[in-house]
């Protein structure tokens, strides 16, 4: 499991969800909690073993944690980092739109 | 919860009431950044390479030039001492039908973002064509 003081950092997240195939598994982890790689790949266009190095990267940024039932590892959605990636947009664009209205007070 | 396809960028649009000249005037230069960027734009020159820092109240950046494009374009990266480094794209468009009007879009990326990126993934215009050429630099 991540520490706190990785969930601080938004890097990791940031990295995990800049991939569009990652992005998509979210998507369908959120949408259908407990898939499988196999599940997963059969909705989309990759295989199963890339399927299976996405799952380790977004496993990596703390956004989703296996499960073994059985003979089958499930997968979900641990989306707690998630909030520090979503903080650092809020306060980077905040600080945009106070340096925005000092330039349109100097012209 | 709901992703954006933008996630990990920040992207700002804004028309400004000044001709594009006069507003390049406050980008292309220390003096006129430190009349709106930060509090203390401590650069030589806006030109590619230059670095030094920035402040902004109280927190002090690393900052380097990474590209200028005269008249339209400057693309720098910044880091907060323990902070996440970033690229900053600022782009300068006139509005059609009005000469004393600059459309500005100001777009700030992580680099860890750009670094996993394959393809740009971040909508079109300026946001697309920035980080594709910054990744040079990354």
């Known amino acids: 499991m991540p520490t706190a003081s990785q969930h601080d950092d938004p890097g990791p997240v940031f990295a995990a969800l800049a991939d569009p195939t990652r992005r998509e598994v979210v998507r369908m982890l959120a949408a259908q909690p407990g898939l499988t790689a196999s599940a997963l790949a059969g909705e989309l266009p990759v295989s199963r073993q890339a399927i299976a190095k996405h799952l380790a990267q977004l496993r990596d940024a703390g956004l989703a944690e296996a499960e073994v039932s059985g003979r089958e590892t499930r997968y979900r959605l641990t989306p707690e980092p998630l909030a520090g990636a979503m903080a650092w947009m809020v306060a980077a664009g905040g600080k945009w739109d106070t340096r925005l209205e000092r330039l349109k007070r100097q012209l | ?138």
């Not at chain 2, 649009?13 to 292309?28: F, I, N, Q």
């Open chain 2, 1 to 138: 919860m709901e992703l954006h396809e933008e996630i990990g960028a920040v992207r700002r649009e804004t028309e400004l009431d000044a001709p594009r000249d006069h507003v390049w005037s406050l980008v292309c230069n220390p003096e006129g950044l430190e009349t709106w960027l930060a509090d203390e734009v401590d650069l030589d020159a806006v030109e590619p390479g230059a670095a030094g820092t920035v402040t902004e109240d109280g927190e002090r950046r690393h900052v380097t030039i990474e590209e200028v494009e005269e008249g339209r374009r400057v693309a720098l990266s910044w880091c907060a001492d323990g902070g996440e480094p970033t690229l900053v794209e600022l782009t300068l468009d006139d509005v059609p039908g009005e000469e004393r009007r600059t459309r500005m879009v100001v777009v700030e990326i992580p680099l860890v973002t750009l670094r996993v990126c394959a393809a740009p993934v971040f909508g079109g215009g300026a946001a697309a064509r920035g980080p594709q050429m910054a990744l040079a630099h990354a």
